[in-house]
């Protein structure tokens, strides 16, 4: 676990290099972060030359202890011009971990003769050509892919809108089954692996062991206390493993911070239709290809995945999250799950951030494209963008970008990103973690929504963003999901004690933390050069003046107070 | 001259307000970046209702001298996220002088019933209904204005695109004949317009009189030197009044300055077909409505204007400027001037910056939307943008959006907004302009090309650029044009004299300087507070590392010295 892949584009030049000591614990999102902030000068163009796109795994990485494989990748963000980290599960970082591979940098963009896949193995890492899938669907290309190289590789792809740098273009991981609908959705990653000619990075681990633990005893026992806590976990059992993801709908609706109607409101009337009960019915009912429960990273005990059919029990999309449900859903004013999950698929397989793509949608609502809640016409916008047409392009660009093209004036973004679906007046926390995150507004850089805080107060959501900011930055370096965090009683000890059994140093909770402030001021200090400042951080003024209805606030957290954030 | 008229559109309410001693040589640009610097919160939306937009006449408005009846309209601007002023000729400002109104502030937003127009006379300001004139292009409507108010009034008013919150959009002001083609074009103000529900404001200055002077007989003599020099400089007769600005394309091309097919080069092959050669002849040729010589603000001397007939004579368009055929002409490898006019017609009918709408065309070329150099399929595009299609929509966005939605690398934009036609590499000091100014990439903020320095060399451009940037906010505060500069020679004292006779203070160059130094400052603090900082200070980055293969170069000016600017 201590190998740098280097790949230089233009040259075709492969390189190797070994970690030094001081990386040792380096991983994740503090590796990619660091790598961009030394490596890439904060005012280039993020779709030039001069970007790099990094892939890193997480400090465990190869291990089979229960979430803790994902993938973090890198880059300067095209879509928020700050420097951004996205993670997803899916099998590539494991097998980075068995590969020995830490991190896999994408300098300089192929020169000609159209784009590349990066291959890997225990024997070999090369680049190919990938003429035969340009401009593939993501489903289609993997298909090929595994085709080609085996069911068992691991794939990391872009879609069509990723190849036209369109803005919200993700970048799709293959999960334990082959599915390539793992997604480091956010910043427009995937235009930036487009951007350098990289089709796909196709991972083989054929022939490799699960890498060497400094203390296999140890590491041992405490995998076994990590499993234990999670298998007896109450909420993992109840909620995480049988509703996933879906079960919030519920909470933010009754909280009022559901998304609805472009962010106009907090609740959906239609929400019952759309909640984890009903996902949870439906795929009862439809049974077929249909499941509740499904590892998103292979070994995963909490299964929050699930794969939802069509009435005829045949996949539709696996998995359908929250988010998901929360922007193309209650945002758009759609209440039915198969349209969402169609939907939801078409985005998959165009290579697309659902966040992104969900807000971009409901602005053209806003905008008079379509009517709030006109499912046909929502999933024939999408089809636009398969299409190729101008207003194809619009959506795929994001919700900034088509709102501001739509003459839209309520767009709900920080620094060029959507905001994932939980209203900042309803859940104040995440409010300021949007506004004062590194990168654009992202639950995942600091969730608050159970925090101990009265959600609609101003009063200490600026605490809570940096505790969970600093919480998330920790798991995303770890490799580690936020599920786990839950799952193991937010016992953070035990990742020390994983690092301390795997890396055979002494390791407190103190120790990652201070790896995850450093890697926040790391990223604090690559915007700041970009030309950002604190000043850059706030929210779209229509959440200061328009009331959420369902919790009669506007956001109304002190801007001096949020500028304090990281330099407490 | 001392009224500030106060617009409330979310009530209606009128008032006025006399402008305080402090104010006193507050005017122009000096006087909308105060008022929006003081009042408006710099996070604000700019399309939403805590944004102002203010309309400001110069030092002299209401004087019969040469060149000194500019219009600033200053705003926070949606299209680069900083404060804004952009000024333009016409006669609304000699209007306002008579008036004895500085400024006009439009405050909040319409709140039903459709747009409005704002019509002031000497007996009354008032707001009326002007759904009649929803959506009508500028041309149309500016005739039923005239028509209904009488064809002495002046009128500022916006197209079709400032109602749709197009980002390009600018506001059109008619000139002495009732021409609507003065344009402030630049950072979107007509969205702001559009967005506050105003569609013209319109200025009857009947039965006043030019305002008094405080030392009536020094007035006479100062204007009367002032005359002199302008009637007696030969640069004004043999290329202002002659060529106007078109001259200039014959010079950039020869420095290789002239962007040619999206700023991929600085020279055009056919450049002596768009040159203020081939538009003299032209006119000279076509004789009928055409004119080589036309006055912007009544009373000019130099009239640099002119009107561009077609070959039965009749008026194209005026004025055909050097900017617009620089990015509709070369820089879409465009070399015709009739397609130029027309296409420069239908911007000016819609309502669109023709800087933003040429870059928004060349970088739909680079993305293969249409060829470079096809004249017809240009002219569709922008027939696009009345149809209101979505590629329309992608255009009337601006060059920076329009990139970002299309897929393109290479956008040649300073925070967000298009470069005017001089390349950055083959003049220095106007790339650090670009870099630096308070309002993005706009030659009028810092003009450098008679700056005596080596254009192609790093060396002296960042002191060119603050000198540049101090003269021109100085002549934007004054009201005056950028050619009086060089019709009085530089001798900017016949200004301060200007100020001594009009305001009966002490006035030296230094005094104008200072408050010009003042407004820079200003700017500059409420970019910093809007999020912004000398870092945000850059070119894009294809300008570092592409060379102009006219002058075989990059842009290589020190980063570090064009952070010194503002802080010398």
Chains 1, 2 share one sequence.
Do not use: W
């Not at 230089?8 to 970690?19: A, H, N, R, V």
């Not at 919200?168 to 991981?173: D, E, P, S, V």
């Not at 793992?182 to 083989?204: E, H, N, T, W």
């Amino acid at each position: 676990m201590n190998t740098i892949v280097r790949v230089d584009l233009k040259t075709g030049t492969i390189k190797t290099e070994q970690l030094s000591d001081d990386y040792k614990l380096l991983a994740g999102r503090a590796l990619t972060s660091k790598i961009i902030s030394d490596e890439v000068d904060p005012a280039c163009d993020p779709l030039g030359e001069s970007n790099k796109l990094v892939f890193a795994s997480g400090l465990f990485a190869g291990q089979t202890v229960s979430c803790v494989n994902r993938l973090s990748i890198g880059s300067k963000s095209p879509l928020t011009g700050t420097i951004k980290e996205s993670n997803a599960g899916g099998s590539f970082a494991l097998k980075m971990g068995r590969l020995g591979i830490r991190a896999i940098i994408f300098e300089k963009i192929v020169s000609d003769g159209g784009p590349q896949i990066l291959y890997l193995s225990k024997d070999e890492v090369k680049l190919l050509p990938a003429n035969e899938y340009t401009h593939q669907t993501v489903y289609d290309a993997a298909t090929r892919i595994r085709n080609r190289f085996g069911e068992k590789v691991g794939i990391s792809l872009v879609g069509p809108t990723g190849e036209r740098l369109s803005l919200a273009a993700g970048i799709a991981n293959t999960d334990k089954d082959g599915r390539p609908s793992r997604y480091c959705g956010r910043g427009g990653l995937g235009s930036v692996m487009g951007s350098k000619g990289i089709k796909a990075v196709v991972i083989d681990d054929d022939g490799t062991e699960n890498p060497m633990v400094a203390n296999e005893a140890y590491f041992k026992e405490v995998k076994k206390e990590v499993t234990q806590e999670i298998v007896n976990n109450e909420q993992v059992a109840n909620s995480f493993t049988k509703f996933g993801t879906a079960g919030l709908v519920k909470l933010t609706n009754s909280m009022g911070a559901l998304p609805t109607h472009n962010f106009s409101k907090g609740s959906f009337e239609k929400a019952e239709l759309i909640n984890g009960d009903e996902l949870y019915r439906l795929i009862d009912e439809r049974s077929g290809e249909g499941a509740h429960s499904h590892a998103c990273m292979p070994g995963c005990l909490i299964k929050c995945s699930n794969i939802f059919p069509d009435e005829q029990g045949k996949e539709i999309v696996g998995p359908l999250e929250y988010e998901t449900i929360g922007l193309i859903g209650s945002n758009c004013g759609i209440d039915s799950l198969d349209v969402i999950s169609k939907i939801n698929y078409k985005c998959n397989n165009l290579g697309l951030d659902t966040i992104d793509i969900g807000g971009a949608i409901a602005v053209a609502m806003e905008a008079g494209v379509i009517e709030f809640g006109d499912s046909q016409k929502a999933l024939e916008l999408v089809d636009e963008i398969e299409k190729d047409t101008y207003i194809g392009r619009i959506i795929a660009s994001g919700g900034k970008r088509a709102g501001e093209v739509l003459g839209v004036r309520r767009i709900p973004a920080c620094k060029g990103q959507i905001m994932p679906a939980y209203d900042p007046r309803a859940i104040k926390g995440l409010g300021v973690t949007y506004a004062t995150s590194t990168m654009g507004a992202d639950h995942t850089a600091g969730q608050t929504i159970r925090a101990q805080v009265e959600h609609t107060s101003p009063e200490g959501q600026v605490e809570a963003s940096r505790e969970a900011q600093l919480v998330n930055t920790m798991l995303d370096i770890c490799g580690v999901c936020f599920f786990m965090a839950s799952g193991i009683k937010k016992n953070f000890q035990l990742l020390a004690n994983l690092v301390e059994s795997v890396y055979g140093v002494k390791c407190k909770v103190e120790n990652l933390e201070a790896i995850a402030e450093k890697t926040l001021a790391i990223e604090k200090d690559f915007n700041n050069r970009a030309g950002f400042s604190d000043a850059s951080d706030y929210l779209p003024q229509f959440f200061y003046t328009e009331e959420n209805p369902d919790v009669k606030t506007v956001f109304d957290v002190s801007t001096d107070d949020m500028r304090k954030i990281h330099n407490h």
